[in-house]
């Protein structure tokens, strides 16, 4: 089991991807960065907590993750297919997840500022694309290839927190819109 961890943290994996790959059988890790409870700092007592930021990580990620850690800790090695199963898998799940988003954005801006957006996500991709590929080789042998989809996975984890954002703002600003728009009618009518 030492080894397989040792193997994983030079993987240089996600901060979540690499928590949950080298956590103790049995232990789940909630987020990014986050420690098993009985290593976490206690916080200062003056100090206000920090909200806690939700895993963007998918049940069925945490769900491959314990089961590759299994699978691996049985044959006490390290299995780099598993390891990719459960990125890919990821990885497909947040696209679909920036897919949504995108298109509640859609909804509440025009066609110009449409037109930009589709230019500044494609832009993104290639970008996205070219930095991974420069980073590890998508058809290389592992690791490599777990590397290469450990880093697309990443990069499109922050576009979806873009994307999400984004929306949430355009669909505020469509209703402040559409509120501004209400009230000089009101005040006619009085």
Same mark, same amino acid.
């Given at each position: ?5 040792? +193997?994983?943290?030079?993987?240089? +994996? ?27 700092? @206690?916080?200062? @007592? ?23 850690? =299994? ?15 459960? +990125?890919?898998?990821? +990885? ?18 025009? @066609? ?16 996205? =694309? ?61």
């Amino acid at each position: 089991m030492k080894r397989t961890a040792v +193997l994983l943290a030079a993987l240089a +994996l996600s901060l979540n991807a690499q928590a949950q790959l080298t956590a103790p059988p049995g232990v789940l890790t909630p987020g990014a960065g986050a420690s098993p409870p009985s290593q976490a700092a @206690p916080a200062a @007592p003056s100090a206000p907590s920090a909200p806690s930021q939700p895993d963007p990580m998918s049940k069925e990620f945490r769900d491959c993750v314990k089961a590759s850690k =299994d699978a691996m800790a049985a044959k006490g090695q390290t299995d780099f297919n598993l390891i990719q199963g459960c +990125l890919s898998g990821e +990885l497909r799940r947040q696209e679909g997840k920036m897919s949504s988003a995108v298109a509640r954005v859609d909804k509440n801006i025009s @066609p110009a500022e449409k037109k930009k957006l589709d230019e500044a996500n494609g832009a993104w991709r290639r970008f996205r =694309d070219a930095e991974c590929g420069f980073l590890a080789d998508p058809k290389g042998p592992p690791p490599a290839n777990v590397e290469n989809t450990d880093c697309l996975m990443n990069l499109t984890l922050g576009r979806v927190q873009d994307m999400e954002m984004l929306a949430l703002n355009a669909a505020r600003r469509a209703e402040a819109k559409g509120t501004a728009a209400k009230e000089p009618a009101k005040k006619g009518t009085k």
